[in-house]
């Protein structure tokens, strides 16, 4: 059974200005958000919830006189404070963000802003090309530079330079926007790579209710470095209006690239992430063991630290300092979801003193379905079932096994324009279905065991998950990444096999004496 292990108060806000409102006074003076205009620069620059409150204000107040209020805004563009900004001016002025990825084709983002029905358009300066082909083909009335600075158009700073004028003068242009937190706020478009994928309908009230569910239970610290890109849902929402509820800092990454340096510089407490970023730590680590020739020291090292802690000794921090050093070192804890995490990969990682707090998501859900506490944790389990949230297991087999419906404030809306693809969605009781195979488990957590249109039914009948296999041997050293699919038998057509494709990393193979 779940148990009471909150570590904050539970505050629901019932719409983005009294968020920032609320958080921006009271914490006022702590860094909101850090960064470097320029990777190579040394000097970083800081912006305190005093000066974010006061930036929002603004832009907000220049947003509202331009007209933005009920239209439609498409931002492209990478983790930026100008992104930060535009989130929530956005969404108080009563306009629709549909945030996208700038990695996309010029043709792609073209058909995804039409689709959106935007009037207008925001991008980086890096991608302005591709913002000025969007303009003139769909005949858009406005495109703004998001990040950076190009002559002739308007950019973020110099829109907040102009409505902090306005806000003075007229402080109603803020105050008073009309919010509507039940109403579209959120446009997210799923499905990758084309201009064709659907939009997934969020609220203000839906994202609120889902992060108030889910922050009082993890055992945040005060900064973090921010590598999620803004286009998906769970790094805008944890990293923008998460991180401003619960007052703690993100510095923002520069790109991958620049990450390891990131993470030595600027220490942080925890941090938001993806499986794969996990699992990628975790290869470069055992692969710099190896390398030392220190693969037996430290497994000896974990058993006797492990043997001091089951007598309340907790030496993790001190004797594994240099391992921990890889991820800045003072890190205690990583907040992964969006798929399984091999459960070796977080004995790891717990062993030297980093807690892995899993969860389970998706956008249609703001995306926050279910999560681990941080002082209630049942391991290969993505957690509890958020508080507000009613989940029910369809149609479950003998193992109790069946797709995961959802049920509560944070499903989407529906999906834009497109009532077919939302009826099918969504049932006539209201459960969003989500195409992912689960089951309850130990004390009530929720189990994933596989996504629906990926199962394999063999000839046997026995139901086969992809992902429970590609889960196995993902920690295994040399592997970078395995896809699990069905294959047809030599045995006959009436046969079919589970066929296994492995991506190996060359370097370590060849550090280790495999050459072909």
């Given amino acids: 059974?779940?148990?009471?292990?909150?570590?904050?108060?539970?505050?629901?806000?019932?719409?983005?200005?009294?968020?920032?409102?609320?958080?921006?006074?009271?914490?006022?003076?702590?860094?909101?958000?850090?960064?470097?205009?320029?990777?190579?620069?040394?000097?970083?620059?800081?912006?305190?919830?005093?000066?974010?409150?006061?930036?929002?204000?603004?832009?907000?107040?220049?947003?509202?006189?331009?007209?933005?209020?009920?239209?439609?805004?498409?931002?492209?563009?990478?983790?930026?404070?100008?992104?930060?900004?535009?989130?929530?001016?956005?969404?108080?002025?009563?306009?629709?963000?549909?945030?996208?990825?700038?990695?996309?084709?010029?043709?792609?983002?073209?058909?995804?802003?039409?689709?959106?029905?935007?009037?207008?358009?925001?991008?980086?300066?890096?991608v302005f090309e591709k913002g000025k082909y969007i303009k003139d083909n769909l005949g858009l009335s406005f495109l703004g530079i998001l990040s950076g600075e190009v002559e002739g158009y308007s950019s973020v700073d110099s829109l907040v330079a102009d409505g902090r004028e306005k806000f003075n003068k007229d402080p109603s242009l803020y105050y008073d926007c009309e919010i509507n937190p039940e109403k579209l706020s959120l446009l997210v478009f799923t499905s990758g790579t084309t201009g064709k994928g659907k939009g997934v309908m969020l609220t203000q009230k839906s994202i609120l209710t889902n992060l108030s569910d889910v922050l009082p239970y993890v055992d945040f610290g005060k900064k973090t470095v921010g590598v999620l890109p803004p286009h998906h849902t769970y790094g805008s929402t944890v990293l923008f209006a998460g991180h401003v509820m619960i007052g703690a800092e993100v510095y923002i990454s520069s790109g991958l690239k620049y990450v390891p340096s990131e993470f030595k510089e600027q220490k942080p407490e925890h941090l938001i992430l993806v499986p794969l970023y996990l699992e990628t730590f975790y290869r470069k680590m055992q692969s710099a063991i190896k390398d030392k020739n220190k693969t037996g020291l430290i497994k000896f090292m974990i058993k006797v630290s492990n043997a001091l802690r089951k007598i309340g000794i907790d030496l993790r921090k001190k004797i594994f300092a240099q391992l921990r050093e890889a991820l800045g070192g003072e890190v205690k804890m990583v907040v992964s979801g969006g798929a399984p995490i091999n459960s070796e990969i977080i004995s790891f990682f717990d062993a030297i003193g980093i807690s892995s707090i899993n969860g389970y998501g998706i956008t249609e859900c703001s995306p926050i379905i279910a999560a681990n506490h941080s002082k209630h944790t049942v391991d290969g389990s993505v957690g509890w079932v958020c508080d507000s949230d009613h989940v029910i297991i369809d149609s479950p087999n003998e193992y109790g096994e069946g797709e995961i419906l959802v049920k509560g404030p944070n499903v989407m809306l529906g999906y834009y324009n497109n009532p077919e693809a939302t009826k099918e969605a969504i049932d006539e009781r209201g459960y969003f279905k989500t195409g992912d195979y689960g089951k309850f488990g130990k004390e009530g957590a929720l189990f994933i065991t596989g996504r629906k249109k990926n199962l394999i039914i063999l000839s046997n009948g026995k139901n086969v998950y992809p992902e429970e296999i590609e889960n196995e041997f993902i920690a295994t050293p040399g592997v970078l990444d395995i896809i699990v699919y069905e294959g047809q038998s030599r045995r006959g057509l009436e046969h079919n096999a589970i066929v296994a494709e492995f991506y190996l990393d060359k370097d370590y193979l060849s550090k280790n004496g495999v050459t072909d």
């Fill in 1 to 126: 059974m779940k148990k009471n292990t909150a570590l904050r108060e539970k505050i629901i806000y019932k719409d983005f200005r009294e968020l920032v409102e609320c958080s921006c006074e009271k914490f006022s003076d702590r860094i909101a958000y850090s960064y470097r205009k320029d990777p190579r620069d040394k000097e970083i620059l800081h912006h305190s919830f005093k000066e974010l409150g006061e930036d929002i204000r603004a832009l907000t107040a220049e947003l509202s006189t331009r007209g933005f209020a009920g239209k439609h805004c498409a931002v492209i563009g990478r983790l930026s404070y100008s992104f930060v900004r535009m989130y929530f001016a956005l969404s108080i002025v009563g306009a629709v963000m549909a945030p996208l990825d700038a990695d996309w084709s010029a043709e792609d983002l073209c058909d995804t802003v039409e689709n959106a029905n935007a009037d207008f358009l925001f991008c980086d300066r890096e």
